[in-house]
């Protein structure tokens, strides 16, 4: 009984992802909710516009606004906010967990504490201690300058430098 119900959970778990047709050429993931709906994952082979995002959502509701060559990079959350006859996009990042879990790099400049504690090897202490630094440094130029947190020694530094992007 308890194997039926685990395998329906996980089914409903990755039915949430995008699509049926989801191929392993797709390398691009962008997070979308409607309404404050529970947020979908839609894989891409190439970053996609807001038109094939929308119609991969199922959404036809003629939002073409904006700059229409605008490409949504791996790592993008977008909310769409839908009232009456008024739309909004809110664009954003998705949390450093689902970035790491997705093999997206997070970003060193910009990710906070919980988001770097996504990453293997990295608790609370170092995560605040790489923000810290960062801050210090206004930014870090190279991963490389990691090496200079107290704690994260070349060991630990050759493990956790792929996950990282500036």
Not at 58 to 71: M, Q, S, Y
Request: charged share 20%; proline share 5%.
């Amino acid at each position: 009984m308890l194997i039926l119900l685990s395998l329906n959970l996980q089914k409903g778990v990755f039915d949430r992802v995008g699509s049926d047709d989801a191929s392993p050429e797709e390398k691009v993931f962008v997070q979308v909710s409607v309404s404050g709906s529970n947020p979908c994952l839609y894989g891409f082979a190439e970053e996609p516009d807001l038109g094939a995002l929308l119609a991969r959502t199922g959404l036809h509701v003629g939002l073409h606004e904006g700059k229409p060559d605008t490409r949504y990079a791996s790592g993008t959350k977008l909310d769409v906010l839908i009232d009456g006859k008024s739309v909004q996009i809110l664009k954003g990042q998705m949390s450093g967990f689902h970035k790491v879990t997705l093999g997206i790099p997070i970003s060193l400049n910009e990710e906070s504490v919980e988001g770097l504690v996504a990453v293997p090897g990295i608790g609370p202490k170092l995560a605040a201690a790489i923000v810290q630094e960062r801050e210090k440094r206004r930014g870090f130029k190279t991963t490389a300058e990691l090496l200079s947190v107290q704690g994260l020694g070349p060991a630990l530094y050759a493990r956790i430098r792929g996950y990282f992007s500036l």
